[in-house]
């Protein structure tokens, strides 16, 4: 990279978020029922870039949580606003989702139970310090971007004998393995900010220990390669990969403390190799929009069908995960019924669009976007680099393609856990493309 960028200024920090034992988890509904955080694994942390150009501003906010809430976002960017006057549309908060995390989210159990409003409060606090922090060390800088690609997803839906789709390691399945990559420098040629993304589930372990995963070790890594935090890593569309290390045969593995640092390493090691790619210079130039999304839903379970849910399993035997939490579900819709209200027909979904001149760009969508979703966003932009990010200011629900609807599975049938009640339905492709075109339409690319 060569000369300055005038008036491109940008700060970056990281900000410790571990909770307290005790502390209510969220990823995986079978823990999450019973079982609060009993220790750490490695710490987890809130990393924000601040970047400024010209009139224009805006914060990347990076957490080590499996989601942030619609809700929790919402009075996260009311508080920034209030302080430094950055509206929603600048302001992008995404999640790595890792597993291993904190509840600050609607779903699965906490559906119905209230989150740790302490936690909450100490996570906001945190994300503010963290931005007050980058905002204050903010100063010239020099960006460049460039894409690599990434060996560690591998896709999660196989498709058995029996024709069901299945969570299982799927080698011939898609992917999106792009891994996007920006380097930001001060004038004397020192890193202020390594962001980075990729799109796959950080899920390689579900005990009770607080970790970021993989994601974690490659910034861990990446950080000291460098000699210093400068890693931002951004989740990507995720939503059916899984890291290829965890494979064994036809089942994934977990809680193998060796499987986290060989993936997170292999992560750090093509961030590192990407970085000594020819990159492309970044013009002076910000731009920002966001747009909401009403994804239709198909028809909702009817009264008879959650009343027959209930006495199902309350009836049962079976006192799993399964049966206690899908007989709150339903109990949820009968009250909802019964108060003489609808059922949601539409999920409301947050595409955000933040341009860095012409030649990189950030689309990030609520929820948890498949594989060729994100490719879908790419094609839209033929030239330079896009981030195709999911898990982006909210938990939304999972994204897949319409084929997949007619297939079924984890990725189709789950609209639930989210507190839905009924499936996503075919022209998913066809919203987001014309959402696209709005937020290009505002940022005049």
Not at 121 to 146: C, D, K, W
Not at 165 to 189: F, I, K, R, T
């Given at each position: 990279?060569?000369?300055?960028?005038?008036?491109?200024?940008?700060?970056?920090?990281?900000?410790?978020?571990?909770?307290?034992?005790?502390?209510?988890?969220?990823?995986?509904?079978?823990?999450?029922?019973?079982?609060?955080?009993?220790?750490?694994?490695?710490?987890?942390?809130?990393?924000?870039?601040?970047?400024?150009?010209?009139?224009?501003?805006?914060?990347?906010?990076?957490?080590?949580?499996?989601?942030?809430?619609?809700?929790?976002?919402?009075?996260?960017?009311?508080?920034?606003?209030?302080?430094?006057?950055?509206?929603?549309?600048?302001?992008?908060?995404?999640?790595?989702?890792?597993?291993?995390?904190?509840?600050?989210?609607?779903?699965?159990?906490?559906?119905?139970?209230?989150?740790?409003?302490?936690?909450?409060?100490?996570?906001?606090?945190?994300?503010?310090?963290?931005?007050?922090?980058?905002?204050?060390?903010?100063?010239?800088?020099?960006?460049?971007?460039?894409?690599?690609?990434?060996?560690?997803?591998?896709?999660?839906?196989?498709?058995?004998?029996?024709?069901?789709?299945?969570?299982?390691?799927?080698?011939?399945?898609?992917?999106?393995?792009?891994?996007?990559?920006?380097?930001?420098?001060?004038?004397?040629?020192?890193?202020?900010?390594?962001?980075?993304?990729?799109?796959?589930?950080?899920?390689?372990?579900?005990?009770?220990?607080?970790?970021?995963?993989?994601?974690?070790?490659?910034?861990?890594?990446?950080?000291?390669?460098?000699?210093?935090?400068?890693?931002?890593?951004?989740?990507?569309?995720?939503?059916?990969?899984?890291?290829?290390?965890?494979?064994?045969?036809?089942?994934?593995?977990?809680?193998?403390?060796?499987?986290?640092?060989?993936?997170?390493?292999?992560?750090?090691?093509?961030?590192?190799?990407?970085?000594?790619?020819?990159?492309?210079?970044?013009?002076?130039?910000?731009?920002?929009?966001?747009?909401?999304?009403?994804?239709?839903?198909?028809?909702?379970?009817?009264?008879?069908?959650?009343?027959?849910?209930?006495?199902t399993h309350c009836d049962s035997v079976d006192s799993s995960w399964l049966s206690k939490v899908r007989t709150l579900w339903a109990r949820q819709g009968l009250n909802i019924l019964d108060r003489g209200q609808e059922l949601a027909s539409v999920v409301n979904i947050q595409l955000q669009m933040i341009c860095f001149?012409?030649?990189?760009?950030?689309?990030?969508?609520?929820?948890?976007?498949?594989?060729?979703?994100?490719?879908?966003?790419?094609?839209?932009?033929p030239a330079g680099v896009t981030f195709p990010l999911g898990y982006s200011n909210g938990e939304g629900l999972y994204l897949p393609t319409t084929a997949m609807l007619a297939e079924g599975g984890y990725?189709?049938?789950?609209?639930?856990?989210?507190?839905?009640?009924?499936?996503?339905?075919?022209?998913?492709?066809?919203?987001?493309?014309?959402?696209?075109?709005?937020?290009?339409?505002?940022?005049?690319?």
């Amino acid at each position: 990279m060569s000369d300055t960028c005038e008036q491109m200024r940008a700060g970056f920090s990281r900000v410790r978020i571990t909770p307290p034992d005790g502390t209510p988890l969220q990823g995986f509904c079978p823990r999450d029922l019973d079982m609060t955080s009993s220790g750490v694994r490695d710490d987890v942390y809130t990393r924000v870039l601040f970047v400024h150009a010209q009139a224009a501003a805006t914060l990347i906010i990076g957490l080590d949580l499996c989601y942030l809430g619609r809700v929790q976002t919402d009075e996260l960017k009311r508080r920034i606003y209030a302080r430094w006057g950055l509206p929603a549309h600048q302001v992008l908060v995404n999640c790595s989702h890792t597993h291993s995390s904190a509840a600050a989210a609607r779903w699965g159990i906490r559906c119905y139970t209230p989150l740790d409003e302490t936690y909450l409060e100490q996570l906001y606090q945190a994300i503010l310090t963290a931005i007050e922090e980058a905002m204050g060390q903010a100063r010239e800088v020099r960006i460049a971007s460039g894409t690599a690609r990434t060996k560690l997803p591998m896709n999660r839906r196989h498709r058995g004998e029996d024709g069901q789709v299945v969570n299982a390691p799927n080698p011939s399945g898609p992917v999106c393995d792009l891994l996007p990559v920006c380097v930001l420098e001060d004038n004397d040629g020192q890193y202020v900010c390594v962001m980075f993304s990729i799109g796959c589930h950080p899920s390689m372990l579900n005990d009770a220990m607080i970790s970021a995963d993989f994601p974690g070790v490659a910034m861990r890594e990446l950080d000291k390669h460098v000699g210093r935090p400068v890693s931002l890593f951004l989740q990507g569309a995720g939503g059916d990969a899984r890291p290829y290390v965890s494979a064994e045969g036809d089942r994934w593995v977990r809680n193998r403390g060796d499987d986290v640092e060989a993936a997170g390493r292999l992560l750090a090691e093509e961030v590192i190799g990407a970085m000594k790619l020819p990159l492309d210079r970044i013009d002076s130039g910000l731009h920002c929009a966001l747009v909401s999304i009403d994804f239709p839903l198909g028809k909702a379970t009817d009264k008879e069908a959650l009343q027959q849910t209930i006495d199902t399993h309350c009836d049962s035997v079976d006192s799993s995960w399964l049966s206690k939490v899908r007989t709150l579900w339903a109990r949820q819709g009968l009250n909802i019924l019964d108060r003489g209200q609808e059922l949601a027909s539409v999920v409301n979904i947050q595409l955000q669009m933040i341009c860095f001149g012409d030649a990189m760009r950030i689309v990030a969508l609520e929820g948890e976007p498949v594989a060729e979703i994100g490719w879908l966003i790419c094609n839209q932009f033929p030239a330079g680099v896009t981030f195709p990010l999911g898990y982006s200011n909210g938990e939304g629900l999972y994204l897949p393609t319409t084929a997949m609807l007619a297939e079924g599975g984890y990725e189709v049938d789950s609209y639930w856990e989210y507190g839905y009640y009924g499936p996503l339905v075919p022209g998913i492709e066809q919203a987001i493309t014309q959402a696209i075109g709005k937020v290009c339409d505002q940022v005049s690319v």
